[in-house]
């Protein structure tokens, strides 16, 4: 039974550039999570989807958009980086919280803006 | 910013001693998670919690949902050097469900 997957694992980008995050979910899990992690502190929650469409939102800016396809993957995008993006990006999978509240999480990637 | 506020910040044990850690809200959850991470990893998920003064065990892992649901208990008995890592909790809202707020975690280390 495959766990939460994410890649890639490490990337490093320029300010002002824009990179592409992907997910996989645990098998049988249709909702999808994105979370921030910077070094020292707690994850803080992005937003969600489930049924292909952004169901919660975090305080994040509208530079952070996502997308969820019909296999229940996800990708998170980041437009125009900042130095303060740089961070430990999380994908956490659960079922619908109607049912669960449980997340679990991926290795997650690790963005390092220059 | 974060609402969850994690005691203590760090922690230097001696290999088999027990462990308490805390976690304390200004306001109500209605689910209380705890995760290990280790480093370079995701965190993992240890015990959910589901009602208010509930006690629940996973093998040499216990934790408690408060009665007030404002606050959450994990300890840890006999560590093992194993139990390094750094531990958090995390609360959920019926209002806001699959939205986790995190507090800043519990650094442990063991000592063999």
């Known amino acids: 039974d495959a766990g939460v997957t994410q890649s890639p694992t490490h990337l490093i980008k320029t300010r002002g550039q824009q990179v592409t995050l992907r997910c996989s979910p645990k098998?049988?899990?249709?909702?999808v999570s994105w979370y921030q992690q910077a070094l020292g502190q707690g994850p803080q929650f992005i937003f969600q989807?489930?049924?292909?469409?952004?169901?919660q939102r975090g305080n994040f800016p509208d530079r952070f958009s996502g997308h969820q396809f019909p296999n229940y993957s996800s990708e998170l995008n980041v437009n125009a980086l900042l130095l303060g993006d740089s961070a430990l990006y999380l994908c956490?999978?659960?079922?619908?919280?109607?049912?669960?509240?449980?997340?679990?999480f991926g290795p997650g990637t690790r963005l390092t803006v220059t | 910013g974060q609402q969850l506020n994690q005691s203590p910040q760090s922690m230097f044990i001696q290999e088999g001693e027990d462990v308490s850690m805390n976690c304390t809200s200004s306001?109500?959850?209605?689910?209380w998670l705890w995760y290990k991470q280790d480093p370079g990893e995701g965190p993992v998920l240890l015990i959910a919690?589901?009602?208010?003064?509930e006690l629940t065990s996973n093998g040499r892992l216990t934790a408690q949902f408060g009665i007030t649901r404002k606050d959450s208990f994990l300890n840890i008995s006999a560590s093992i050097p194993s139990d390094v890592g750094i531990y958090f909790c995390?609360?959920?809202?019926?209002?806001?469900?699959?939205?986790?707020?995190f507090g800043d975690g519990t650094t442990l280390t063991v000592k063999p």
């Open positions: 956490a999978s659960s079922l619908d919280p109607g049912i669960s509240y449980e997340q679990y």
């Open positions: 098998s049988g899990h249709d909702t």
């Open positions: 989807y489930y049924e292909e469409e952004e169901r």
């Open positions: 306001s109500i959850f209605n689910t």
């Open positions: 919690l589901y009602k208010a003064g």
């Open positions: 995390a609360g959920q809202r019926d209002t806001n469900a699959g939205k986790s707020t």
